[in-house]
DNA sequence: CCGAAGGGTTGACATATATCAATTGATTTG
DNA sequence: CAAATCAATTGATATATGTCAACCCTTCGG
């Protein structure tokens, strides 16, 4: 592994506060490797080896049943993903792939749980991200069963404008049909979706947003830190 | 607090492996209280002052928006909520309130994170604590992106009658408005997805609940361990 | 015992969302 | 460059779900 690698992962919260010594040790057992886009890393239900971590490029977790597909979140650089099932050893919920070109850090699973038990930092930092990530998923179910598509979409744009740094104009982070099934619903609907935001002062061009009329989208989208505000 | 409440709730997982000393102190500053049914214990949006604990009754954890509401979970003796919420020391994302008389004891927040500190095993256990919390939270995710509502009823039943020990009758553990929330549809299409259900041999009588027919209901529900058993 | 209150059910209807089919437009590939 | 591919869009239609109003039934308190 590169050293400015080493580094940016050194930096992660999850790392940034242990013992040198751990995060050695930790690191020994990682292995780096770069795959090519599309590719299935993880399959729900099957036990979960490894801690992985993006380096570079980005990744779509996502889940099945019964034909049907949904993606319930996208991991982007730098960070972790299914710390939960590392730490329970239990298998993993969903299904992961690579969106683009990307490179993956894997740390063996046992590694993660024995350093844990070694390093009060990493079990502190540990229980942080958990509790993040916890609260995360609870923020997108309000959203799911609390909000209409509509304003699921409208507070998506809202929070991807934040993002991309507060302009008018800004570029969505990824396919329309991905987001789709992201925000639950099929691309059909996000197309009229989108139609249906103009009147509030949404234009699309292509992947391309602009929000003309700030006060009109955030009056209908009604945003709200305990969904919306991914920081806390 | 009575002894036999005490010992009770050393037993949780959640505490069962923590050094004595940390378990007296912890409990020193907690106490517990009665509550008469339907009182709001908590509102999202507060600071998490303390970690809950039901000890006995029950506990509806749901949430607001723009005028709807929605109920995420029931709490049920013996155990925690809004753990995440007290280890950020960061605003409820959920709101509480009785369903019955119940009786809950509270831990000053500071306490748990102090003691967090000092005490591995402590750490441990809420790490598996969340990660728990955090494979359920999905679990439900998965359930309201993947399945229609007819889908979510009947795998509900299968699960609670489960729960229930097997049986081919058994009882719903809530009323069904509140089911309906949970299942994330109104009342009036609860009753319509019990009718739904009856030709797969789903008899409603009340809150009882028979399936004549389990092999037809599970061939509809197609029950599925990655999102419907909890205990993984 | 009566009457009010509230949960549950039902029917009629409205709205939201999905599905299917066809088309467009951009991108890739031989 | 032309053909093939695929995401995105659009229209027509079907299905799922929500809303509103009325009614039934139980429960509970005077």
């Given at each position: 592994m590169p050293d400015s690698e080493y580094r940016d992962?050194?930096?992660?919260?999850?790392?940034?506060?242990?013992?040198d010594d751990n995060f050695t040790s930790l690191m020994r057992g990682a292995y780096v490797q770069n795959f090519p886009a599309q590719i299935e890393?993880?399959?729900?239900?099957?036990?979960?080896?490894?801690?992985?971590?993006?380096?570079s490029g980005s990744v779509d977790l996502f889940s099945t049943w019964n034909g049907r597909d949904t993606s319930m979140a996208t991991v982007r650089p730098i960070s972790t993903f299914i710390l939960a099932a590392t730490i329970k050893d239990a298998p993993?919920?969903?299904?992961?792939?690579?969106?683009?070109?990307?490179?993956?850090?894997?740390?063996?699973?046992?590694?993660?749980?024995a350093i844990f038990d070694a390093d009060g930092n990493f079990a502190r930092a540990i229980v942080t991200e958990l509790a993040q990530c916890y609260r995360?998923?609870?923020?997108?179910?309000?959203?799911?069963?609390?909000?209409?598509s509509l304003e699921r979409l409208a507070n998506y744009l809202l929070r991807q404008q934040r993002h991309a740094g507060g302009g008018a104009a800004?570029?969505?982070d990824f396919e329309k049909r991905r987001l789709a099934s992201v925000l639950g619903?099929?691309?059909?609907?996000?197309?009229?979706?989108?139609?249906?935001?103009?009147?509030?002062?949404?234009t699309v061009t292509g992947t391309r947003i602009a929000i003309d009329n700030q006060a009109d989208l955030e009056r209908f989208a009604k945003p709200n830190p305990l969904i919306d505000d991914f920081s806390t």
């Amino acid at each position: 592994m590169p050293d400015s690698e080493y580094r940016d992962i050194r930096k992660l919260d999850l790392f940034a506060q242990m013992a040198d010594d751990n995060f050695t040790s930790l690191m020994r057992g990682a292995y780096v490797q770069n795959f090519p886009a599309q590719i299935e890393l993880i399959t729900e239900g099957e036990p979960s080896d490894f801690l992985h971590i993006v380096v570079s490029g980005s990744v779509d977790l996502f889940s099945t049943w019964n034909g049907r597909d949904t993606s319930m979140a996208t991991v982007r650089p730098i960070s972790t993903f299914i710390l939960a099932a590392t730490i329970k050893d239990a298998p993993y919920l969903m299904s992961a792939r690579t969106l683009e070109k990307s490179r993956i850090a894997l740390i063996p699973s046992q590694d993660v749980r024995a350093i844990f038990d070694a390093d009060g930092n990493f079990a502190r930092a540990i229980v942080t991200e958990l509790a993040q990530c916890y609260r995360s998923v609870i923020k997108a179910q309000k959203d799911l069963k609390l909000r209409t598509s509509l304003e699921r979409l409208a507070n998506y744009l809202l929070r991807q404008q934040r993002h991309a740094g507060g302009g008018a104009a800004f570029e969505l982070d990824f396919e329309k049909r991905r987001l789709a099934s992201v925000l639950g619903m099929t691309p059909e609907n996000l197309s009229r979706a989108f139609k249906g935001l103009q009147p509030y002062g949404v234009t699309v061009t292509g992947t391309r947003i602009a929000i003309d009329n700030q006060a009109d989208l955030e009056r209908f989208a009604k945003p709200n830190p305990l969904i919306d505000d991914f920081s806390t």
